[in-house]
């Protein structure tokens, strides 16, 4: 750490350990509890740590030694403006807050700028307050390093309020939890966003060449808030086309503003910076598509986004016992929106999902007392939802209820139970991850938690009773369109587990291959002669006969032999042993105290390799799973993806043996030529790629599959076995 900040801490553990504290220790009237809401604004005249004679800044607060926030990194400025809010529970205004900058380093140790800290009893109750701090280096106190300006309200704050903000204010923990839970995160009282941003990215033109070859191989990165996305990459150019859309959810009416910089990927290096422009959302009207013209900043060209702000109130809170979907007249509104009539209206509103979280029964002791202090997450795609803590309890009931608007029904539902710790990050204690199509409605049930990875049973219940709602024809539709990416995810990680599960699926893939062309070698071979004439005959009658509605018509016979097989009890669909047998992929994250920023160990030196390797665990992935999706595609693995294959394929069928070929291929050729003409923005897609991309990989099944609960482990069985 800082020395300037080990100098300051013997004072403050004799401030604040002492026994028999008087009442003039704290102010009069005195709620024990405050809440501190701090805006980061911007730095001024930083001092430069990177060889270009810049900085790429980032600040840490904290507080009685624990990290309370970490602002985002805006790359090579000494004059950063971040205008990034948090808020800090405070129990005791004698220790000060530290406010530490730095100056990131991609793959090495980041580089100490400077500190301050603010002396928190200088504050006046419930009045905001610019502060300016000067940040000072205690090996070299005549330097300046310049200054950091906040804004600051300190008000009195009840336990209810107190409650929401450490759930809030958690930041990302490696040990105990997969996402992020900070104060961004959610809206910060009812936690339900007002309005979708709607951001298509089109081009960009006239970059700047990054590289030696005088081009580059641009990508975009955006974010408004906590979310965040990234764009494809396109090699070699300095005019790429992307033609991509993302959707940011709006926690603020008035808007919010959309930082976008561009990158060059540099394969082995850090990836250079190309340049930056803002989207103000508050300049933008609603319900109208913009075209914009974006001039980087810091860099050349621009680039070329569509960007539409639409109102919506998508999710809902409520008590269980304000049930509107039993109110019968509210049911029928519902099913009516959903019905077969409305199936050309709002193609993107899919469906409705009600989900009631009831309570959870022998959950992980988490805190040293034997209980923990249980509180919910529920997520859908990028909608994400909380319940209130229940507080030392191992069998909390919460009995919410939450409803979504679904827009794509091979989303799967994910409910997380979470501690509450006051003093650090939220422990994980048990997961659940449900596909919609597997849902059964009205039904209450109780799902076995599981870990981290979905692998394996942790401790504990929860009991769910779900409702989906949904129009067949628009969810057919929007399988063939692309699907909606999730701006919380995990970084990629190099995990040797992970990288042999890979190798092991790929291998699967390869030997599935390498059997069917031995099987068809084995026939010219007349290993067996009854197989052999059997397939000569065979091959002889689809040679002489062979038309082209034949392909789709044999992998129609495919499917529909399979679901025979299903039905009469053959079904001999299996998953790889190897996904079977996946135990815990551990996770070692890294830590962002200060401690472990400053001993980063050797592997993080050698990031070049590291991410070479992730991108080599990521394709065989990809192509594994790629596999595993046709496989499963015809295993019935999701029956009503199966019934639009056999829709499709028999369409198929029928066309190709009516309609000459040549004429498909000339109406194929004319809308691909046409198409730009009539619709210039349009977003470019395959239709197969996208509906495979909603059959789940063998990872994905296994992931989702229901655990059963042992009946002689039940918590209820233990209550009546064990009275005491």
Not at 91 to 100: A, F, S, T, V, W
Not at 211 to 235: C, E, M, T
Not at 418 to 446: H, T, W
Not at 577 to 583: A, G, N, P
Request: aromatic share 10%; glycine share 4%; hydrophobic share 40%.
């Amino acid at each position: 750490s800082d020395p300037q900040e080990l100098q300051i801490a013997p004072i403050l553990s004799c401030r604040t350990n002492s026994f028999g504290t008087s009442n003039a220790d704290f102010p009069p009237g005195d709620p024990g509890m405050y809440q501190l809401d701090v805006t980061l604004r911007r730095g001024q005249n930083l001092a430069a740590r990177d060889r270009g004679g810049t900085s790429d800044p980032y600040v840490k607060f904290k507080l009685g030694g624990k990290e309370v926030f970490r602002s985002k990194t805006v790359h090579k400025n000494l004059n950063p403006v971040w205008e990034e809010k948090t808020c800090i529970l405070i129990d005791n205004l004698r220790e000060p807050l530290y406010i530490k900058v730095f100056d990131y380093d991609f793959g090495l140790q980041d580089d100490f700028i400077g500190s301050a800290f603010l002396d928190l009893t200088s504050l006046e109750l419930n009045r905001q307050t610019d502060v300016t701090l000067s940040l000072k280096d205690p090996h070299y106190p005549d330097h300046d390093l310049g200054s950091i300006f906040l804004s600051v309200l300190l008000a009195p704050g009840d336990q209810r309020e107190a409650t929401m903000l450490m759930r809030k204010s958690w930041k990302r923990s490696s040990k105990f939890q997969t996402q992020s839970l900070r104060l961004s995160d959610l809206h910060r009282k009812s936690q339900l966003w007002r309005g979708i941003v709607s951001v298509t990215l089109i081009e960009g033109r006239e970059l700047k060449a990054m590289d030696a070859n005088g081009l580059s191989d641009p990508y975009v990165k955006f974010r408004l808030g906590h979310q965040k996305y990234k764009s494809k990459i396109v090699p070699k150019t300095l005019n790429p086309q992307w033609r991509e859309q993302f959707d940011f959810h709006l926690y603020e009416e008035r808007g919010g503003i959309i930082d976008i910089t561009v990158w060059d990927k540099d394969v082995g290096k850090k990836d250079d910076f190309i340049g930056r422009c803002q989207i103000d959302l508050s300049t933008l009207s609603k319900e109208q598509t913009h075209k914009l013209e974006m001039p980087l900043e810091e860099g050349e060209g621009y680039l070329v986004l569509l960007v539409t702000l639409t109102a919506s109130a998508a999710v809902t809170i409520s008590d269980l016992s304000i049930n509107s979907l039993e109110d019968q007249k509210e049911r029928e509104e519902i099913l009516k929106r959903y019905s077969p009539m409305m199936m050309f209206h709002n193609i993107s509103d899919v469906g409705f999902l009600q989900v009631k979280v009831i309570r959870a029964e022998a959950l992980m002791a988490a805190d040293v007392t034997g209980k923990s202090d249980p509180f919910c997450v529920v997520e859908l795609n990028n909608d994400r939802l909380l319940t209130h803590t229940v507080y030392r309890n191992l069998n909390p009931e919460w009995n919410k209820i939450f409803t979504f608007n679904i827009k794509d029904i091979h989303s799967v539902l994910e409910v997380t139970v979470y501690d509450e710790d006051r003093d650090r990050s939220a422990d994980f204690l048990g997961k659940v991850a449900i596909p919609l199509l597997s849902i059964q409605n009205g039904e209450q049930k109780a799902y076995v938690l599981k870990n981290k990875q979905l692998t394996g049973p942790t401790k504990g219940v929860i009991y769910l009773e779900i409702d989906v709602i949904f129009n067949a024809v628009k969810a057919s539709i929007r399988t063939l369109m692309p699907k909606e990416q999730k701006y919380i995810e995990e970084e990629d990680r190099l995990s040797k587990q992970l990288l042999l599960r890979n190798f092991i699926r790929m291998k699967h893939c390869i030997m599935a291959l390498v059997t069917a062309v031995c099987y068809i070698s084995s026939c010219f071979d007349w290993d067996s002669p009854p197989r052999s004439l059997a397939a000569f005959l065979l091959f002889l009658f689809v040679v002489w006969n062979f038309e082209l509605y034949m392909i789709p018509l044999a992998l129609l016979l495919l499917l529909v032999w399979n679901y025979f097989l299903i039905v009469s009890g053959k079904d001999n669909r299996q998953h790889d042993t190897v996904v079977e047998d996946m135990l815990e992929d551990e996770e070692e994250e890294d830590d962002r105290d200060d401690k472990d920023s400053e001993k980063k160990g050797f592997m993080n030196r050698l990031y070049a390799i590291q991410e070479v390797c992730v991108t080599v665990q990521n394709i065989l992935d990809e192509i594994a799973s790629f596999g595993e999706r046709i496989k499963n595609t015809f295993n019935w693995t999701v029956p009503f993806l199966s019934w639009l294959a056999i829709v499709a394929l028999s369409v198929f069928t029928v066309i190709l043996y009516f309609i000459p070929l040549r004429y498909i291929v000339l109406v194929w050729g004319i809308n691909k030529f046409t198409k730009k003409i009539r619709n210039p923005y349009a977003i470019d897609n395959n239709e197969l790629l996208d509906f495979l991309s909603r059959v789940p990989s063998d990872v994905q099944v296994m992931q989702y599959h229901e655990l059963k609960q042992d009946p002689t482990h039940s918590p209820s069985k233990r209550k009546k076995n064990n009275p005491a």
